[in-house]
């Protein structure tokens, strides 16, 4: 499978920003978006199942970002409500056979990444 993230942008504090992958091949897979920040580890923002659209999120991101799916489209969205300057990463659209999963080494597929500046 091919992704690819787009959709970032510099955005202030408070701000609403939507990011989209696009999958191309197979897509029968479980979906994630994942973040790094200057200095930090990839981390696991949030992932969808493809078949069933089920959702999953970090703490972190839970209440503010909204993961959905449009299979007909082959897109998966991230809307990002309510940012924070913590927020502040470059984001990664992800994609592994199975169920969900929030460790980086266990997806193997992996599209560019997309900045997302959030300035306070």
């Known amino acids: 499978v091919q992704l690819q993230a787009s959709g970032g942008g510099l955005v202030q504090a408070g701000d609403s920003l939507g990011l989209s992958c696009a999958a191309a091949?197979?897509?029968?897979?479980?979906i994630g978006w994942f973040r790094q920040a200057p200095g930090k580890e990839r981390e696991f923002v949030a992932g969808?199942?493809?078949?069933?659209?089920?959702?999953n999120y970090d703490d972190s991101v839970k209440g503010r970002f909204i993961i959905s799916r449009d299979r007909a489209k082959r897109m998966v969205y991230l809307q990002m409500n309510n940012l924070k300057v913590e927020d502040t990463a470059l984001y990664y659209c992800?994609?592994?056979?199975?169920?969900?999963?929030?460790?980086?080494?266990?997806?193997?597929?992996w599209g560019r990444g997309t900045q997302v500046t959030v300035s306070s």
């Open positions: 091949g197979r897509t029968n897979y479980a």
């Open positions: 992800t994609a592994r056979s199975g169920d969900i999963r929030t460790k980086v080494y266990e997806y193997p597929y």
């Open positions: 969808i199942t493809w078949n069933w659209g089920t959702p």
